[in-house]
């Protein structure tokens, strides 16, 4: 991966194929590890749905390149890593204490943490019940959510044909995904989530239906990527991504004082359709999220969409090493 050089960190060429690939077994479940770069600073990714480590690629071989050591993870349930023994009762919090035990695992004692979606939830969790362990947070998609009742009072506010709605519902999506081989599955994900408007069917569609099957990719999302999501998903399934995180939203993960001391960079795309939820925007541009992370930086991207990371990911990379370089780990 490096050459014997004395500068080789600063002048290695990483690429997919550096990245290295394990399996390490926390609370009874064997977590798939994507790993790359071998600095002192250690950054975790954690991805959202229909998120795996491999929504971080682009990232990855960035903070390698500047100096980092990445880790990205497949979430229990998700992509190689394995289930819960009952896949229906995991929690966030099953989530958090997984990274927890990582870190143990690696003996990481302190990161920075980079959610994407639901995965900022845990990152959320884990910044304010374990500061000592969280050096900064860098979020993307969600500004700021913890499971519980406001997350409850959020989906009240949706219409009843949004998609987070009814994927909350047991057998709903289950039905629904099951039309279609899991590769049209996440192409019809993808095509629609990249979109700057809720995906919300009428009351005699199903989520899928939203999508024409001559819709085209995103240009940023190749074929090759499309099988690469599809592929680990076949292995998967959908049983825990269904749970976690729709199912498992309104379940209160405990913490009293959800306030996050250590430096936070929040990245939003204009044309993400996250700002379009009840509140969100209005939370998001007053001064209302600083009463929960008071040390916030935001950067808003003018064609950003749900999956900013993939997108424009030269601009991402830049934010997060910029980022990086500012606080100590």
Known sequence: MAASHPLATSLSIFSMEDIQHSHVRVRGVKLHVAEIG???KVVV?????PGIWYSWRHQMIAVAKAGYRAIAIDFRGYGLSDHSPEPEKTTFNDLADDVVALLDSLSISKTVLVGKNFGVVPAHMLGAACPEKVAGIITMGIPFLLPGPSVLQIIKDLPKGFYGVRWK???RAEADFGRFDV????RKIFILFSGSEMPVAD????IMDLVDPS????????EEDLCVYADLFENSGFRTALQVPYRAFGIDCGIIDPKITSPVLLILGEKDYVLKFPGIEDFIRSDQLKDFIPNVEMKFMAEGNHFVQEQLPEQVNQLIINFLHKISI
């Open 38 to 40: 071998n600095g002192p």
């Open 45 to 49: 990714f954690l991805h959202g749905f």
């Open 215 to 222: 819709t085209p990719l995103p240009p940023w999302f190749s």
């Open 203 to 206: 009351d005699d569609q199903e």
């Open 169 to 171: 519902e047991p057998g």
């Open 183 to 186: 590769k049209t599955v996440m």
